[in-house]
T-cell receptor
Framework: SQKIEQNSEALNIQEGKTATLTCNYT??????LQWYRQDPGRGPVFLLL?????KEKRKERLKVTFDTTLKQSLFHITASQPADSATYLC????????????FGKGTMLLVSP | GAVVSQHPSWVICKSGTSVKIECRSL??????MFWYRQFPKQSLMLMAT?????????EQGVEKDKFLINHASLTLSTLTVTSAHPEDSSFYIC??????????FGPGTRLTVL
């Protein structure tokens, strides 16, 4: 069955460091992958989308990589700040057009001052 | 832009009653709206997909008679939880798509059934 795995343990890092979160998937060939931020008691907020034919995408302090051979995406936040503390979700879509999303459970990031 | 609202943000109801949750796209027309449910420390689980003017498509295991979805216009979809029970207590989140890959999520509605 299709499976999306994100590290269930919280990632604790110090302010200014780079946070790296991992999303692995099995039995899936996604057309694209998205990363979202979710704060407690709130809906997800879209951050980045990367397509199957793209290796890397950047947006300000965020960087996403997509390795379809390893079936893995890495999400990086450089120069992390306490305000970056949240749960980060990866979501996969099966087709390039309209498609439903399948979400991972998310990884909580805690950035300490 | 691309703001999605949900109402109410939280609701507490007695077992056996019905609860309606509204999802609105405030500044764009949503050809498709999605309803998700999220239990604590779990992933968002898609419940159903609705297109304006047509019947919703429900995911496997989601009872369509219990979770009534109405997508009456390009900016409004409603989810009604009928005869709610404590096990229906969850965080319900909608998203709206103007088409293509993008989905914009609402802030969620916390439902507690006593």
């Amino acid at each position: 069955s299709q499976k999306i795995e994100q590290n269930s343990e919280a990632l604790n890092i110090q302010e200014g460091k780079t946070a790296t979160l991992t999303c692995n998937y099995t039995n899936y060939s996604p057309a694209y992958l998205q990363w979202y931020r979710q704060d407690p008691g709130r809906g997800p907020v879209f951050l980045l989308l990367i397509r199957e034919n793209e290796k890397e995408k950047r947006k300000e302090r965020l960087k996403v990589t997509f390795d379809t051979t390893l079936k893995q995406s890495l999400f990086h936040i450089t120069a992390s700040q306490p305000a970056d503390s949240a749960t980060y979700l990866c979501a996969l879509a099966a087709s390039s057009g309209y498609s439903t999303l399948t979400f991972g459970k998310g990884t909580m990031l805690l950035v300490s001052p | 832009g691309a703001v999605v609202s949900q109402h109410p943000s939280w609701v507490i109801c007695k077992s056996g009653t019905s609860v309606k949750i509204e999802c609105r796209s405030l500044d764009f027309q949503a050809t498709t709206m999605f309803w998700y449910r999220q239990f604590p420390k779990q992933s968002l689980m898609l419940m159903a997909t609705s297109n304006e003017g047509s019947k919703a498509t429900y995911e496997q295991g989601v009872e369509k008679d219990k979770f009534l979805i109405n997508h009456a216009s390009l900016t409004l979809s409603t989810l009604t939880v009928t005869s709610a029970h404590p096990e229906d207590s969850s965080f319900y989140i909608c998203s709206a798509s103007p088409g293509g890959n993008e989905q914009f999520f609402g802030p969620g509605t916390r439902l507690t059934v006593l």
